[in-house]
């Protein structure tokens, strides 16, 4: 902490004070904020797939009354927002991988595109794994 | 120093591992179980195919995995959101507490839920 006890020839600490709702007056801010915001909708899906999960396991009764709870107004609403936010999670995560990781193949730097893309597809691929586990025929 | 303590690395890497495993794993599982069942767009898979799924000790491990890290993810990003949306940097040892001890927690009730602690 900067504590600085004062002393007669010490300047004083200049802060502007910042509103709590910084973030509400300018576009980029409030989309940072929702972003960041995002992480609560990951914590209430991590809460679904787990009560699926338990009522599953404690059988077909009990999975039927999860799918009749998930068709409530309130659950379902929820859960589309949700979507929402996992979509804007999933979109600004690979959006932003390339500034994260920088990758290089044979002396050259792989190009932001390029690490982006690879995202979306392993976005596509593990899509295509869960459709093919819950409806593929084998 | 705060930012010389040696978990915070570790911390910044489970949420990394997270927020990729977020984005990969959940658009869909939410999109169908939270959404297009509920809407009736799609049929629901019959049970017994459900309940092999997750009766699968992969299945299982995978899931768990995914929603562990998901939980770190979700502790980490909102400990700085709320750090820098509210201003209440000075509350970190609460905030550490609730985010963090949320996520264990969160992950031993997965950890009992996929079978792999009695």
């Not at chain 1, 009764?61 to 379902?76: E, K």
């Not at chain 1, 295509?128 to 025929?137: E, G, K, R, S």
């Not at chain 2, 995978?62 to 700085?80: D, E, Q, T």
């Amino acid at each position: 902490m900067n504590h600085v006890s004062y002393t007669p020839y010490h300047p004083r600490w200049h802060r502007t004070r910042v509103s709590t709702y910084w973030w509400l007056w300018r576009r980029s801010y409030f989309l940072f904020i929702l972003r960041e915001l995002s992480s609560l909708s990951v914590a209430w899906v991590v809460v679904y797939v787990l009560a699926l999960v338990v009522r599953v396991s404690q059988g077909e009764a009990a999975y039927r009354a999860f799918l009749d709870w998930s068709s409530r107004p309130s659950v379902l609403a929820l859960n589309v927002l949700s979507l929402a936010f996992l979509v804007l999670h999933a979109v600004t995560w690979f959006n932003l991988a390339p500034q994260a990781m920088v990758v290089h193949f044979r002396h050259r730097r792989v190009p932001g595109a390029l690490i982006a893309a690879s995202n979306y597809a392993g976005l596509a691929a593990v899509t295509a794994i869960i459709l093919a586990l819950l409806f593929v025929q084998w | 120093m705060r930012n010389k303590r040696p978990i915070e690395p570790f911390l910044w890497l489970l949420f990394s591992a997270g927020g990729v495993m977020a984005a990969l794993f959940f658009p869909a599982l939410i999109f169908l179980f939270g959404v297009a069942f509920p809407l009736g767009w799609l049929q629901p898979p019959p049970y017994d195919r459900l309940l092999a799924l997750v009766s699968h000790p992969l299945t299982r491990l995978v899931l768990f995995g995914v929603c562990a890290l998901s939980l770190f993810h979700c502790a980490h990003r909102l400990r700085y959101t709320l750090y820098d949306g509210l201003q209440i940097k000075h509350l970190d040892e609460v905030i550490n507490t609730v985010c963090y001890g949320g996520a264990i927690a969160g992950t031993i009730a997965g950890a009992v839920v996929f079978g792999l602690i009695a």
